[in-house]
């Protein structure tokens, strides 16, 4: 992955010790003109240098995105 990464914030994930969700933008990510996306990472232990698991969200997607996951936290 290419492309420059700019952090929006870092959230404790509930449940762990030492657990982080970061969400990031990424400017270009697979490669020249490629669309940006938001990045949401979790990492389960203190200091990696990669998320465990990652999604990126083109910006055409995150209003939808948004709206499934506020569907999501009423049924939980």
């Given amino acids: ?18 657990g982080k969700i970061s969400v990031t933008t990424i400017a270009e990510p697979y490669g020249t003109k ?3 996306v938001a990045s949401i990472g979790i990492t389960l232990q203190a ?3 990669e998320p465990d698991w990652k999604v990126h969200i083109p910006k055409a997607n995150i209003d939808a ?10 049924n939980l």
């Fill in 47 to 49: 200091g990696a240098k």
């Fill in 65 to 74: 995105v948004i709206a499934a996951l506020q569907e999501a936290k009423k």
């Fill in 1 to 18: 992955m290419s492309g420059t990464v700019t952090q929006v914030d870092e959230i404790t994930l509930s449940g762990t010790k030492d």
């Fill in 34 to 36: 490629s669309e940006s």
